[in-house]
């Protein structure tokens, strides 16, 4: 028992986009581990990070990972962070791992951190910087295929996947 595939990256780089596309495509579903701690805690990630803090949060995520990593037959995302425990990057080993490689200017652009207002946005943008500079490691540790998603449209990327897994 498996998933097709699992998308893994940081936040901006399609996890979700490709995710849905694939599924589609596989007539399968997409299953998303953030979509279900959220369905399970019945609030938004936002409002856990804020009313519980982080620790909880990634605590919720281990859990749902390993029940996702269960299911047979779907197309898998996991949020940005997953890959941060060690644990969760041993249980990828088996699977079909796919990172989702974004330039830093791509991904802020597509959260919503665009040039516009350096001022306002510089820091949060250097916070993704350091954040994706710093998992970056671990996204190659887990990963059987890379495929970076500058410039290419979701259905390009989801031909690269099937292509080579
Ligand atoms: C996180 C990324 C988010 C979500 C949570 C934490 C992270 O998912 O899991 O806010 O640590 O990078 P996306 O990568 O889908 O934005």
Do not use: C, W
Not at 105 to 118: C, F, I, Q, T, W
């Amino acid at each position: 028992m498996s998933p097709v595939v699992v998308l893994v990256g940081p936040p901006g780089s399609g996890k979700s986009t490709i995710a849905a596309l694939l599924a589609e495509r596989l007539k399968t579903t997409h299953r998303d581990t953030d979509t279900d701690i959220e369905a399970g805690a019945g609030k938004p990630i936002s409002d856990i990070f804020v009313d519980e803090g982080e620790p909880h949060f990634r605590a919720l995520e281990r859990s749902a990972i390993v029940a996702a990593l269960q299911s047979d037959g779907e197309v898998l995302s996991l949020g940005g962070g997953a890959i941060l425990d060690p644990d969760t990057r041993a249980d990828l080993a088996g699977h079909n791992v796919v990172f989702l490689d974004v330039s830093l200017g791509e991904a802020a652009k597509r959260v919503g951190l665009g040039v516009a207002r350096p001022l306002l946005l510089g820091n949060v943008r250097t916070q993704l910087r350091n954040l994706m500079e710093a998992r970056r490691p671990l996204y190659d540790e887990v990963a059987k295929l890379t495929v970076l998603t500058d410039d290419k449209t979701p259905e390009q990327i989801a031909d690269e996947i099937q292509e080579q897994l």
